[in-house]
């Protein structure tokens, strides 16, 4: 059983992930498969660097997340330059990590950006981490200390939640306390392992 998770910025996609894991589903991470693409000494960060100049690098080397993040959030084209450097290596290593999970088991591909790159019809099921613009808005800014008008460029900068929640074969509404959260996770787990008996 093949399955997308995805959710917008702050929806707490992450935490759904890890719950996952938590009940026996093999987790594939794309934001971690995309650390390791760009992992200093990688050709992933020599691409990047090359295409956005020596500016994106700390000074030990590694990748500037927030420096590469205000460019690709603030300008689309960049953000595709990056994406055209980074998807085909995530997924390359995504689909070798799959190769060897026992086929009885549920895979959950944890991909922020499904609903935008268009990969929906890939899987056997997609879950959606749902919650409203505010309260995503609210929760970068308390959460993370960042300003709203940043935050909400992040979210404007994603698929819409109406777009998210088309592609959705299950939805998981995190709106509520993190009780109610891991009771609708374990929900949706089991139509999961049912569906894919």
């Given at each position: 059983?093949?399955?997308?998770?995805?959710?917008?910025?702050?929806?707490?996609?992450?935490t759904?992930?890890?719950?996952?894991?938590?009940?026996?589903?093999?987790?594939?991470?794309?934001?971690?498969?995309?650390?390791?693409?760009v992992?200093?000494?990688?050709?992933?960060?020599?691409?990047?660097?090359?295409?956005?100049?020596?500016?994106?690098?700390?000074?030990?080397?590694?990748?500037?997340?927030?420096?590469?993040?205000?460019?690709?959030?603030?300008d689309?084209?960049?953000?595709?330059?990056?994406?055209?450097?980074?998807?085909?290596?995530?997924?390359?290593?995504?689909?070798?990590?799959?190769?060897?999970v026992?086929?009885?088991?549920?895979?959950?591909?944890?991909i922020p950006l499904?609903?935008?790159?268009?990969?929906?019809?890939?899987?056997?099921?997609?879950?959606?981490?749902?919650?409203?613009?505010?309260?995503?808005?609210?929760?970068?800014?308390?959460?993370?200390?960042?300003?709203?008008?940043?935050?909400?460029?992040?979210?404007?900068?994603?698929?819409?939640?109406?777009?998210?929640?088309?592609?959705?074969?299950?939805?998981?509404?995190?709106?509520?306390?993190?009780?109610?959260?891991?009771?609708e996770?374990?929900?949706?787990?089991g139509?999961?392992?049912?569906?894919?008996?």
């Amino acid at each position: 059983m093949r399955v997308g998770l995805t959710g917008g910025v702050a929806s707490g996609k992450s935490t759904v992930s890890a719950m996952l894991a938590e009940l026996g589903a093999v987790v594939i991470d794309a934001d971690l498969l995309a650390r390791e693409a760009v992992a200093p000494g990688s050709d992933g960060l020599a691409e990047v660097v090359a295409a956005f100049g020596p500016e994106v690098l700390t000074p030990e080397g590694e990748l500037d997340r927030p420096a590469v993040g205000a460019v690709i959030f603030a300008d689309p084209e960049r953000r595709r330059v990056l994406e055209s450097i980074l998807h085909p290596r995530v997924r390359a290593r995504a689909a070798q990590i799959e190769s060897a999970v026992p086929p009885e088991a549920v895979v959950v591909h944890d991909i922020p950006l499904l609903a935008e790159t268009g990969q929906a019809a890939g899987f056997d099921a997609v879950v959606v981490v749902d919650v409203p613009a505010e309260v995503q808005v609210e929760r970068m800014t308390s959460l993370r200390g960042m300003a709203r008008e940043d935050a909400e460029a992040r979210i404007a900068a994603q698929a819409s939640r109406e777009q998210r929640r088309a592609i959705a074969t299950h939805v998981i509404d995190n709106t509520g306390s993190i009780e109610d959260l891991r009771a609708e996770v374990a929900r949706v787990f089991g139509e999961l392992q049912s569906a894919g008996a």
